[in-house]
């Protein structure tokens, strides 16, 4: 995925693709497929690898297709807001060094099986749709609960339990749903709560960190900052 527009140049499968490609843009290269690129400046770019054992594993558990023969779709300068928000997420939480969080499974296996709905093709299958959508009452459940627990770092797995549904199957279902992986969903509830609590002004900025379930006040400022550009003394000066 580019990050900085970037200048291209590539020749595949003799043929020559070029152009100027925007943030976002996607490059799809099959496995195999012998490809020379020319690059004209200098971009910042995200290559991701996915291991052909995620995608059979997501075409198993979610499609329900077992030994089923599949081809990436090669593609030069795609559009796909969902993969290029899941691909940022990615980003995100290795520059964060959370290589081994439970995030990072299910970030694959949502990656894992919007390629197999998009940009793969299946042997002798039409392409695979799930439901991939959290019904209202799912939604409320996931609301339910989350709001109630926001004081606690609860599991992924406790989370699923109490919608009803496999870890993989309602990380699917959420990020295509909210457009933002649970995580992002329950830090933005904890970002209103706690403005909530600022605006109420009875409780210290430490102790509301705590209500909250940010692991400490420095970890609360970080998300207020990324999310408001201020932090929550700042903020609290801003309204009093």
């Known amino acids: 995925m580019v990050l900085t ?26 496995p195999g497929e012998a490809v020379v690129d020319t690059i004209g400046n200098h971009p910042r770019t995200l290559h991701f690898f996915l291991k052909d ?5 997501v075409a198993e558990d979610i499609f329900d297709l077992e030994k089923v023969e599949f081809h990436y779709k090669a593609s030069f300068g795609a559009t796909d807001p ?24 299910y970030l694959a296996r949502a990656i894992g099986s919007h390629i197999l709905q998009r940009h793969c093709v299946l042997e002798g299958k039409d392409p695979p749709h799930a439901d991939v959508r959290l019904s209202a ?5 996931v609301d339910e609960y989350m709001h109630s627990h926001l ?8 989370l699923a339990a109490y919608v009803g549904l496999s870890r993989t199957v309602l990380f699917q279902r959420f ?22 609590l600022i605006k ?12 909250c379930g940010f692991s400490d006040q ?4 970080r998300t207020f900052r990324q999310q408001l550009g201020v932090t929550p003394g700042q903020y609290r000066r801003d309204i009093e």
């Open 137 to 141: 009452s799912q939604l409320r459940k």
């Open 218 to 221: 420095t970890h609360m400022n």
């Open 53 to 57: 054992s995620v995608l059979r594993e």
């Open 175 to 196: 990020t295509r749903t909210l457009h933002l992986t649970p995580n992002q969903y329950r830090q933005n509830l904890r970002v209103a709560q706690a403005k909530a």
């Open 82 to 105: 969902i993969l290029s928000q899941l691909m940022r997420t990615t980003k995100q939480m290795l520059l964060e060094g959370l290589y081994q969080d439970w995030r990072s499974e």
């Open 200 to 211: 109420n002004g009875e409780m210290t900025l430490s102790e509301i960190a705590s209500a």
């Open 5 to 30: 527009p970037a200048d291209i140049q590539r020749n595949a499968r003799g043929e020559n693709f070029a152009g100027l490609l925007e943030p976002q843009a996607l490059v799809i290269t099959p």
């Open 151 to 158: 004081e606690r770092n609860f599991t992924f797995g406790e």
